[in-house]
Each structure stands twice: as C-alpha cells, then as structure tokens.
T-cell receptor, first 112, second 112 residues
C-alpha cells in the first residue's frame, strides 16, 4: 500500500512569489491534515479536511495560506505571497481513524 | 494549548529496554495519548496510542496510570535503528476534528 506522498520534496522561492504544495493521501483515507515546522520550532497543526470539507482550520497562520481538497482526494496548500517566515517543512498526514495519522515525508520550503 | 513534557534526550546501549516518561497534567477526559517516532528528513510515524492502563503492540508498550497525568513508552531491546526523536502527544479532539500537538520530543540515541 502506497503511503502519503508529497510534492515537491524541496522548493526554493523568492519572497513575494507563490508556491503550491501537493499532498496525495493514502487511498481511502477521508481525513487529511496539514502541519508545518518552521525553523527551530515544533511541528504545528494547520488544518484538517474530512473528504473535501475543512473540518478545522484553526491553525492556519493567515490569509496568505489557502488549502483545498477538491473531490476529496489530493490536497494542495498554496502560499501567496510567500514571506521569509514561511520557510520550514510542511507535512501532510492522512488517516482513516482520527487518532492514527500517517505522515508524508514533508516538503521543505525555503523562501529567500 | 497545554502541552506534554518529556526528557529532551536519552542515551541507551543496544539491547537495553528504554522507558520514556511523559507528563500531561492537564489531559482532558476525551484525550488519547499517542506516541510518534521521527527519523531525520522523514515525517513522524505512529507508534502506539492509549487511553488508560497498558497497551502493547509489536513495536512498543504504553503504560498510562489511572490518573492519566503521565505515560511511559517502553521500547524493548533497542537497536541502533531506534535512534530517533520520540514525541508524546495529546490528541485534541472535538466536533470530529483531531489535531496533534507536538512538543520538542525526546531524542533517543542508541549506542553500540
């Protein structure tokens, strides 16, 4: 069974540019989560989808971040415009049950 | 958000049993305790979860006393490949959502 995949593995962009991260969850998992770790900090929750609906987006830092999950399959996280403080590792996770989440390898975002 | 407290780091020789204790004094009635493992450049990986008493799987055991204010992850006979960061997490749920709150974790180093 394929795990959670994320694309790209690493992205380097300039401040002010737009970046879109993609997450493909494990097939059949209705729950999809986004987390991120900014430099030197702990992993923080961003939001939770159940199928195509946003169940909880309390962790989204500001309106420069837009997450979508059209059709309830893969999800995208767009940062527009990117700022220096957005640099970090963005993790996606999916789950069938709420408690056991399967994480992807992460996308390392560097904003210069 | 209330967090968990665990040792910053631990060292162990190969073949020994490792116990990592976590404090969660403010755990809520509906919170589970979940442990994750993370290797460098990878996403966190679910190890075990529990609510009360003892849970055992093929990887580890989890002990949670009756007051649920702490928990202990037990790794039997560790090997070099168990060197990783271990996170003790409270899952904060409500209305169908379940966000994991990561702390700094315990960096376990297994030495030959």
């Amino acid at each position: 069974e394929a795990g959670v995949t994320q694309f790209p593995s690493h992205s380097v962009i300039e401040k002010g540019q737009t970046v879109t991260l993609r997450c493909d969850p494990i097939s059949g998992h209705d729950n999809l989560y986004w987390y991120r770790r900014v430099m030197g900090k702990e992993i923080k929750f961003l939001l939770h989808f159940v199928k195509e609906s946003k169940q909880d987006e309390s962790g989204m830092p500001n309106n420069r971040f837009l997450a979508e999950r059209t059709g309830g399959t893969y999800s995208t996280l767009k940062v527009q415009p990117a700022e220096l403080e957005d640099s970090g590792v963005y993790f996606c996770a999916s789950s069938q049950e709420l408690y056991e989440q399967y994480f992807g390898p992460g996308t390392r975002l560097t904003v210069t | 958000l209330a967090k968990t407290t665990q040792p910053i780091s631990m060292d162990s020789y190969e073949g020994q049993e490792v116990n990592i204790t976590c404090s969660h004094n403010n755990i809520a009635t509906n919170d589970y305790i979940t442990w994750y493992q993370q290797f460098p450049s990878q996403g966190p990986r679910f190890i075990i979860q529990g609510y009360k008493t003892k849970v055992t799987n093929e990887v580890a055991s989890l002990f949670i006393p009756a007051d649920r204010k702490s928990s202990t992850l037990s790794l039997p006979r560790v090997s070099l490949s168990d060197t990783a960061v271990y996170y003790c997490l409270r899952g904060e749920g409500g209305a169908g959502s379940y966000q994991l709150t990561f702390g700094k974790g315990t960096k376990l180093s297994v030495i030959p």
